[in-house]
C-alpha cells in the first residue's frame, strides 16, 4: 500500500523491497519457477564453457528473461484465479490454460535460442 508520507526515492525503495520479496517467493515456493531457474543456472554456466559471443550472451540472457517473467505472470493469474473462484469453473480453466500456454511459447522460443547457440558449438 501507497504511503503518502513517502517521497519518490523512498517509495521507489519500497517498491524495489516488494519486487525482490516477490521474486524470493516465487523462487522459493514455485516449482515451475524452480526448474526454469535452474536451467537458466545451467545455461549461463554453459555459456561460460563455451565461451559464447557477447551478442549470445544478450541473447540467451533475454531469453532467459522472457521465460521467468512468463512463468511468473502465469502463476500470478493462476493464483488469482484461484483465490477469486476456487472450485472448478470452466472460464477460469480456460484463462489458466491460456497462461499456461504463454508460457510455453516462452519456453519453447527460449529452448529453439540455445539450440541455435549451442548446436554449432558441439559440432
Known amino acids: 500500500m501507497k504511503n503518502p508520507n513517502d517521497g519518490f526515492v523512498k517509495g521507489r525503495i ?3 523491497k516488494f519486487a525482490l520479496k516477490g521474486a ?11 526448474v526454469q531457474f ?3 543456472i545451467a545455461v549461463v554456466i554453459l555459456g561460460f564453457v ?4 557477447p551478442t549470445e550472451w544478450m541473447i540467451q540472457l533475454l531469453a532467459i528473461g522472457m521465460v521467468l517473467v512468463a512463468e511468473s ?14 472450485d472448478y469453473h470452466k ?21 529453439i ?11
Not at 524470493?24 to 524452480?34: F, G, R, W
Not at 477460469?92 to 519453447?108: C, E, P, R, V
Open 14 to 16: 519500497r517498491s524495489l
Open 24 to 34: 524470493y517467493l516465487l523462487l522459493t515456493t514455485e516449482h515451475s519457477i524452480m
Open 38 to 40: 535452474s536451467a537458466g
Open 50 to 53: 563455451k565461451h559464447i559471443s
Open 73 to 86: 505472470l502465469n502463476t500470478g493469474i493462476e493464483k488469482l484465479s484461484d483465490f477469486i473462484h476456487p
Open 91 to 111: 472460464k477460469i480453466g480456460f484463462i489458466k490454460d491460456i497462461s499456461a500456454g504463454a508460457a510455453t511459447f516462452a519456453a519453447i522460443i527460449a529452448f
Open 113 to 123: 535460442i540455445g539450440l541455435i547457440i549451442y548446436i554449432p558449438k558441439f559440432t
